[in-house]
């Protein structure tokens, strides 16, 4: 009898064990993980793994260029600027982060930098400003050249309009 529990122990250990090998499940990497919950919408979540990312490998272009996405999405032009910069430095002859560059100087009324983050890049023929930035039109930017946007001037009188109930 106590031959036949241990045989059954040992075959019940030994398929635990092969369970264990057998199926490996394929295991997510960080990236893939922030990318999915990025295109899930949950922004919050999918930055707190890319700066996660970004702390234990600095260099990390995809992560680096996704805060930036985050931040711009989120309004947050500052930081947005500040990951955007650091991903054109990672890699110069990329696009899209100097395209989302241009679109936080644009957001700022800054035109003249907006224009200048585009040097380099197709902005008729590029994906990204075609689907998502289309204001992104480097001659009418640059067309602001020594405009205060949005100024108004007046002769200083004042004009009221009553309206009726």
């Known amino acids: ?4 529990i241990t045989l059954n122990l040992v075959a019940v250990i030994a398929s635990w064990t092969f369970l264990g090998q057998a199926a490996p499940q394929p ?3 960080g990236i893939q993980s922030a990318d999915r919950l990025f295109q899930l919408g949950k922004f919050a ?3 707190e793994l890319y700066s996660r990312i970004v702390a234990q490998k600095p260099n990390d272009y995809s992560a680096t260029l996704q805060l930036g ?5 989120s309004n947050r032009l500052e930081d947005a600027q500040k990951w955007l910069e650091k991903a054109i430095t990672l890699r110069p002859k990329e696009t899209d982060a100097k395209v989302m560059l241009a679109e936080a100087f644009y957001r700022r009324d800054d ?3 907006a224009a200048a983050a ?3 890049v197709d902005v008729s023929g590029n994906k990204l400003v075609i689907e998502q930035y289309p204001t992104l039109n480097v001659a009418m ?3 602001f050249k020594g405009q205060m946007p949005y100024e108004l001037q007046d002769n200083g009188t004042n004009t ?3 309206f009726l109930k």
């Open 111 to 113: 035109f003249k930098k």
């Open 1 to 4: 009898m106590n031959k036949h």
């Open 160 to 162: 009221r309009v009553k």
């Open 141 to 143: 930017l640059e067309s």
């Open 27 to 29: 295991i997510e990497s």
């Open 45 to 47: 979540d999918a930055g």
């Open 118 to 120: 585009l040097k380099g």
């Open 69 to 73: 996405r985050i931040a711009l999405l």
